[in-house]
């Protein structure tokens, strides 16, 4: 069956940029009518939405992140990417990549990453 | 952005108890409202998707109901799995804010 599986350092400073990928196994990416995105959950605190993309390119972000995000996707490595760039230990979270169905919402989950933001 | 809220925060119940956590958007968003259960150290899982439909897989003990601005999600007899954090998600418009969740633990 399909899987996602995010990956990705651990560990970033502050103002770099922090970049994860998450690889789909069991299936393709382009198979379906599927949007690949992005959200985050800070230790002990809810989830925040980050953005989507679909694969024609068209994506969704958050406003609040919207100056710092960029989402992308690989076809042809079966991936898609996130990039969060100026990041400051607010960005600390596990960050969980996911398989969006418009209007249904996320129906298939990575296992999540853990990302500390620290110099 | 569309905010949603919950409640109760978080509630204690027994096995076999009958649960019901409300979802609520400060703007309508007909029946796009997604369910999750996160257990600690895991990702979510998708229950309920256009607020009353179940996803595959789920038990039938889980339903949800609503539409416009209020929604509910009911457990009708909870079982020692069920234990876990349950949250909403607006699937109507971008950004697709989440509910802050609510804790269901063991009484």
């Known amino acids: 069956q399909e899987q996602l599986q995010e990956s990705g350092p651990g560990l970033v400073k502050p103002s770099q940029t922090l970049s994860l990928t998450c690889t789909v196994s069991?299936?393709?990416?382009?198979?379906?009518?599927?949007?690949w995105g992005w959200t985050r959950q800070p230790a002990g605190k809810g989830m925040e939405w980050i953005g989507r993309?679909?694969?024609?390119?068209?994506?969704n972000y958050n406003p609040s992140l919207q100056s710092r995000v960029t989402i992308s996707v690989d076809t042809s490595k079966n991936e898609f990417s996130l990039n969060l760039t100026s990041v400051t230990a607010a960005d600390s979270a596990v960050y969980y990549c996911?398989?969006?169905?418009?209007?249904?919402?996320?129906?298939?989950w990575g296992q999540g990453t853990t990302v500390i933001v620290s110099s | 952005d569309i905010q949603m809220t919950q409640s109760p925060s978080s509630v204690s119940a027994s096995v076999g108890d009958r649960v019901t956590i409300t979802c609520r958007a400060s703007q309508g968003i007909s029946t796009w409202l997604a369910w999750y259960q996160q257990k600690p150290g895991k990702a979510p899982k998708l229950l309920i998707y256009a607020a009353s439909d179940l996803q595959s897989g789920v038990p039938s003990r889980f339903s949800g109901s609503g539409s416009g601005t209020d929604f509910t999600l009911t457990i009708s007899s909870l079982q020692p799995e069920d234990f876990a954090t349950y949250f909403c998600q607006q699937a109507n418009s971008a950004p697709f804010t989440f509910g802050p969740g609510t804790k269901v633990d063991i009484k």
């Open positions: 993309i679909y694969i024609s390119g068209t994506t």
């Open positions: 069991g299936g393709s990416i382009t198979g379906g009518s599927y949007y």
């Open positions: 996911g398989r969006y169905v418009a209007y249904y919402g996320i129906d298939l």
